[in-house]
């Protein structure tokens, strides 16, 4: 049993920033894949940035420079650092684990971010 819990998100205003947080608890073991996701209304669920047990790490490229994925093994939690955040970033942002994977098969509920012109 694998439990991920988001935090961290919140309102901001048109280039600023957030950090997000995923807090990840469980069966931890052969955890080869840990992403981050978002959903907007009406669009589909779409992978943000990813990182991989062997530390290759991904980004979709609406987000490269501006969002920064990284991890705390220590704390068993993941980060999502996004600056010059943008209307377009408003979504419902889901941390995603793969076990036994390198691919996501474990979602957390997501935390809202809302971005304001």
């Known amino acids: 049993q694998v439990r991920l819990v988001e935090s961290g998100g919140g309102s901001v205003q048109s280039g600023g920033s957030l950090r997000l947080s995923c807090a990840v608890s469980?069966?931890?073991?052969?955890?080869?894949?840990m992403g981050w996701y978002r959903q907007a209304p009406g669009k589909e669920r779409e992978e943000v940035a990813a990182?991989?047990?062997?530390?290759?790490?991904t980004y979709a490229d609406s987000v490269k420079g501006r969002f920064v994925i990284s991890q705390d093994n220590s704390k068993n939690t993941l980060y999502l650092q996004m600056n010059n955040l943008k209307p377009e970033d408003t979504a419902l942002y889901i941390c995603?684990?793969?076990?036994?994977?390198?691919?996501?098969?474990?979602w957390g509920q997501g935390t809202q971010v809302t971005v304001f012109s």
């Open positions: 995603a684990a793969g076990i036994g994977q390198y691919e996501a098969n474990h």
């Open positions: 469980g069966y931890t073991y052969s955890r080869y894949y």
């Open positions: 990182i991989e047990s062997g530390g290759k790490i």
